[in-house]
């Protein structure tokens, strides 16, 4: 609810023990300028006459309104703030910079030749339909505080395929603070992970690789926060301000405050941008319940089961992928395989009837030493390991790699070969069939897999760009994925290879 708070209540809140969380309650937009005086001029001349008969003139067709992307959402307290110059101006714990949402979408839409509208948004009247409403906005530089039935409808949008950004506006401990705590109780299972350098928030539209502070910070690398639904950054939190840079200012009052340069806050903003539409429809793709038969809800005898690593990094990336994938299999091969996508633990878990596994991830994980073990014992036995990089990021690759040594130190990652037989499995793969991020990493006339042998079998098969995301036929813009045409048969050819050697 939005509650007036007079002037002097202000003042008076300000001299309480909670000062310095109001300290930042003040208005980052352009101050107010004062009105220009008037001087009435000593004649003027009279109003041109009317034509006795209307002149024809044609109906113009009205332009359709441009598609309404974002919603500002109204939260906290207002009051009124007086300027050192005797002016005053209103302050709203959501409206504290009332351009900035206004201004990076108009910035957004000159860039990528699309205008995009507004509006501002009560969540106790708010349709969680992401389709009609993509992103929404909270701004703010004090204690967000949102009630237990705000923070289901969020995250029922927010699981559906929309997006919140959060912006603290002046860089406030406060509001980052309260952002975070809010989105651990509504998603406890997804926290907050940092966005690593070549993540496509970064990369959309604009490469950014340094950014620049003002003040209060000594540091050219921008830091994004977000958490994860599938591999789509679904809730995107800015711990340092961006809204006044889309109003083409610094921030005007506050000493203590941190925020982006302009140039630096309109070229993450345009990327947010471009990225919410861009990932749109893979949000809502990956946001489906996985479905199967009645036949695949039986646990399963002699079928093929899709069993998938759960680590401690952002393991469920493609939800839905798998399914996609099988559908595909059992139309394609004479293989049984279940629809039913099952998690495993290799930790706690027993491997000793599963002899397929899939590990895929976006950022950095460490398997426990029960599970390392495991692992290894499964490897050395006559288990496969098919690893997935989805996106294609550095950070997994990384530990895919640091990983694999810890399991299997004797035994490197080595390229497999164009004329390998996994290319020909079941289909014929003879093209990469590249992302434009994928071919500008690689020249290869084949998609790019790495592998593990023990004895003269191939027993971890390793795909550094994403062949997940091509199986949802979805688009994953600035990601280092392939196409669906290759990754489908190429995902069929991991199956079968891997249940025949």
């Known amino acids: 609810m939005k509650i007036a708070l007079p002037l002097f209540a202000l003042v008076l809140a300000v001299s309480t023990s909670l000062a310095g969380e109001n300290d930042w309650f003040v208005p980052l937009g352009l101050p107010p300028v004062a009105s220009p005086k008037r001087i009435s001029g000593g004649e003027s001349l009279p109003p041109l006459p009317l034509p006795a008969t209307p002149l024809r003139r044609s109906e113009r067709k009205r332009e359709p309104a441009p ?33 900035d ?6 910035k957004a839409g000159g860039v990528l030749a699309q205008p995009y509208t507004l509006d501002t948004v009560s969540l106790a009247a708010f349709n969680p339909d992401p389709v009609a409403m993509p992103l929404l906005f909270f701004s703010g530089s004090r204690t967000l505080r949102l009630p237990d039935d705000q923070l289901a409808k969020l995250r029922d949008y927010v699981l559906r395929g929309g997006t919140l950004l959060c912006d603290s506006v002046a860089g406030s401990p406060y ?8 989105m651990q109780k509504a998603f406890p299972d997804s926290p907050f992970r940092l966005l690593p350098p070549d993540h496509p928030v970064y990369q959309i539209v604009y490469p950014i690789t340094q950014v620049g502070f003002p003040r209060n910070r000594n540091s050219k690398t921008p830091r ?17 301000g961006l809204g006044t840079g889309w109003d083409d200012h610094e921030v005007p009052i506050l000493q203590q405050a941190v925020f982006y340069d302009v140039k630096s806050a309109n070229q993450i903003g345009v990327n947010l941008i471009a990225y919410v539409i861009g990932y ?31 680590h401690d990094g952002a393991w469920n990336a493609h939800p839905g992928a798998a399914a996609a994938l099988l559908r595909r299999v059992r139309s394609g091969t004479a293989l049984r395989a279940s629809l039913k996508r099952v998690p495993i633990d290799p930790g706690k878990d027993d491997l000793a009837s599963t002899p397929f596994l899939f590990l895929s991830g976006l950022d950095d994980f460490r398997f426990s030493e029960e599970a390392a073990s495991a692992l ?33 130190p004797e035994s490197p990652f080595e390229t497999l070969p164009a004329d390998h037989p996994i290319y020909r499995a079941a289909f014929t793969v003879d093209t990469p069939g590249f992302s ?9 006339p084949v998609p790019v897999l790495e ?51």
């Open 67 to 99: 598609p309404k992307l974002a919603g500002k959402v109204i939260w906290g307290e207002s009051a009124s703030y007086t300027y050192p110059n005797g002016l005053s101006a209103p302050v709203a714990d959501w409206n504290l910079c009332p351009a």
């Open 175 to 182: 509001f980052t603070e309260s952002v975070r705590a809010a």
């Open 376 to 408: 290894r014992r499964f490897l050395t036995g006559s288990g496969t390991l098919v690893i997935n990089n989805a996106l294609g990021l550095k950070t997994f690759d990384l530990a895919v790699r640091r990983e694999l040594k810890r399991i299997l």
């Open 451 to 501: 592998g593990i042998t023990l004895r003269g079998d191939l027993r971890v098969i390793y795909s550094p760009y994403d062949l997940e995301a091509g199986w949802l036929g979805c688009p994953y813009p600035a990601a280092k994925t392939y196409e669906s045409a290759v990754a489908m048969p190429m995902g069929v050819n991991l199956i079968l290879y891997a249940m025949t050697h």
């Open 101 to 106: 949402l206004q201004q990076i979408l108009r």
């Open 280 to 310: 749109a429809e893979a949000g809502r793709e990956e946001g489906k319940p996985e479905l199967f038969g009645a036949h695949d809800q039986r646990d399963p005898t002699d079928e093929f089961v899709f069993a998938q690593i759960r």
């Open 224 to 240: 994004l926060e977000a958490l994860y639904i599938g591999s789509r950054a679904a809730v995107i939190l800015s711990p340092f």
């Open 436 to 444: 434009p991020e994928s071919a500008a990493a690689s020249q290869s």
